[in-house]
């Protein structure tokens, strides 16, 4: 039986390895274009993304992304409209807590490891998983 979608927060470093069919991690953006999860952003976030994918890939493929991208149904721009600043050793990271909160998302898919101090905060409650973890949650969710 399939439950409910999973609501995600992608930090940029999972998502910037996802976006590529030359990449092992491909299957998080094929997924997410199947409808398989819902994706929470922020302009913040958008940004972000369009930044780094410029910076690697050029301002071709970040625009041609991002656009194509924010056409899902299942992509859900959120504007937090308060900062919570729950990381303090990469205040930037905040971005993706924020986004979070504000949409309600399950999980921040994320490898870094400055949202390990997440597990030890009670309120608001913001959980992470990894790259390995969402994969095996969506096999999951998908029984």
């Keep these: 039986m399939k439950i409910n979608k999973l609501k995600i927060v992608l930090d940029t470093n999972v998502f910037l390895v996802s976006i590529s069919s030359k990449f092992k991690y491909y299957w998080i953006f094929e ?3 199947t409808g398989e999860y819902d994706l929470l952003v922020s302009n913040e976030i958008l940004l972000e993304y369009t930044e780094k994918i410029n910076e690697k890939f050029g301002i071709s493929m970040a625009n041609n992304s991002l656009d194509f991208m924010l056409l899902f149904p299942n992509v ?4 937090p409209f308060y900062k ?5 050793i990469d ?8 986004c979070a909160i504000v949409g309600n998302a399950d999980y921040i898919v994320t490898h870094d490891k400055h949202f390990n101090i997440l597990k030890t905060i009670d309120f608001p409650k ?3 998983l990894t790259i390995d973890e969402f994969y095996q949650m969506l096999l999951a969710n998908s029984k």
């Design 31 to 33: 997924k997410l274009q």
């Design 84 to 88: 919570w600043e729950l990381i303090s």
């Design 126 to 128: 913001v959980k992470t």
């Design 76 to 79: 859900f721009l959120v504007n």
């Design 91 to 98: 205040r930037d990271d905040n971005k993706f807590v924020d």
